[in-house]
T-cell receptor, first 120, second 113 residues
Framework: GAVVSQHPSRVICKSGTSVKIECRSLDFQATTMFWYRQFPKQSLMLMATSNEGSKATYEQGVEKDKFLINHASLTLSTLTVTSAHPEDSSFYIC????????????????FGNGTRLTVT | QKEVEQNSGPLSVPEGAIASLNCTYSDRGSQSFFWYRQYSGKSPELIMFIYSNGDKEDGRFTAQLNKASQYVSLLIRDSQPSDSATYLCAVNSWMDSSYKLIFGSGTRLLVRP
């Protein structure tokens, strides 16, 4: 159980275009989902917390107008990288924990397979 | 700034040996600790979690937690070449009115056949 699906797995786009990444919890509901970014040979950095039915919470230094998050249902969150630039090239990973499992306090996060974004 | 520290490695062990991976954290209030394994180019997968001081065993894996020393470790017995990966320590910390999972930079493990 607790499967998180992320799509696409890989995307190449031109500078200035926008890219949307989908994250779905397949067998559980998740009021909250988390978006991480990982640059080569670095650890995962939390970008934002996606909340169903309300605004996302962004970490310090993450531009909310550039990284648009929509959490339209209890099983779907999307991250849109707007006007992408080469420096946005990275590995984007979403994660979630099932509702009712104790919340993010002590429940393990389940990760999607990630999206490798390359901006040319 | 709440931090999670790991030795980047690589930690090289022969097949069949015990691999010991260590992690320290700065937030004394943290209550939940997780170990993830990440193969190159893949997303992390959960190996174990531990909440209480002491040892927790699951198959070849043992997690050890010492909250007084702010130290958590992962032991891998009978290491296999397929265990070669980066191991991420993650700690739940209260930040900005919510709990967030903070990751260490990871330790790269290499198991030699």
């Amino acid at each position: 159980g607790a499967v998180v699906s992320q799509h696409p797995s890989r995307v190449i786009c031109k500078s200035g275009t926008s890219v949307k990444i989908e994250c779905r919890s397949l067998d559980f509901q998740a009021t909250t989902m988390f978006w991480y970014r990982q640059f080569p040979k670095q650890s995962l950095m939390l970008m934002a917390t996606s909340n169903e039915g309300s605004k996302a919470t962004y970490e310090q230094g993450v531009e909310k107008d550039k990284f648009l998050i929509n959490h339209a249902s209890l099983t779907l969150s999307t991250l849109t990288v707007t006007s992408a630039h080469p420096e946005d090239s990275s590995f984007y990973i979403c994660s979630a924990t099932p509702d009712g499992a104790g919340g993010s306090y002590n429940s393990p996060l389940h990760f999607g397979n990630g999206t490798r974004l390359t901006v040319t | 700034q709440k931090e999670v520290e790991q030795n980047s490695g690589p930690l090289s062990v022969p097949e069949g040996a015990i691999a010991s991976l260590n992690c320290t954290y700065s937030d004394r209030g943290s209550q939940s600790f997780f170990w993830y394994r990440q193969y190159s180019g893949k997303s992390p997968e959960l190996i174990m979690f531990i909440y209480s001081n002491g040892d927790k065993e699951d198959g070849r894996f043992t997690a050890q937690l010492n909250k007084a020393s702010q130290y958590v470790s992962l032991l891998i017995r009978d290491s296999q070449p397929s265990d070669s990966a980066t191991y991420l320590c993650a700690v739940n910390s209260w930040m900005d009115s919510s709990y967030k999972l903070i990751f260490g930079s990871g330790t790269r493990l290499l198991v030699r056949p």
